[in-house]
């Protein structure tokens, strides 16, 4: 299905397919695109992936993408958020719009550092204790996507 995404739901190079599925779910939910970097940890028709977006999955408005470049020529004129714990302003300080940019990196190391340097004024943490390493991808997700709808007022 196709449709005007409420956001963009950027997964740098994601190693996990429950991961994915999850967050696919979580799109489909809001009304997000959900676009994958390469190179993905597993196959786009794995069966996990499948089987964590359940039957939702051709629902979504979903994506892949052959490299970050790529996404930017495919998302023109837009500033995307970066999501990372080594940032230093928090999430819930920023205003989000309608059709904005959420950027994950992969769940084993992030976002590259030249990323995070090259756009820190728009990275973004969600506090943690430091007994936690970071959350989980799918869920850093749902924090992120669902702190936009609550500001934006998706219904």
Known sequence: ???????????????IPQNTGNIGRTCLAIGAKLWLVRP????????ALRRAGLDYWKHLNWEVVSDWNELIIKLPDRQPWFFSK????????????????????????????????????RCLRMPTRDAVRSLNLANAVAVAVYEA???????
Not at 7 to 14: A, K, S
């Open 149 to 155: 709808v609550r500001q934006v007022g998706l219904d």
């Open 40 to 47: 993905l940890g597993f196959n786009v028709d794995q069966r």
């Open 1 to 15: 299905m196709k449709y005007e995404p409420a956001f963009h739901v950027v997964l740098y190079q994601p190693e």
């Open 86 to 121: 080594k940032a230093g302003r928090v999430y819930t300080d920023v205003a989000f719009a309608r059709g904005d940019v959420f950027v994950f990196g992969c769940e084993t190391q992030g976002l590259p550092a030249a990323m995070l340097i090259d756009n820190a004024e």
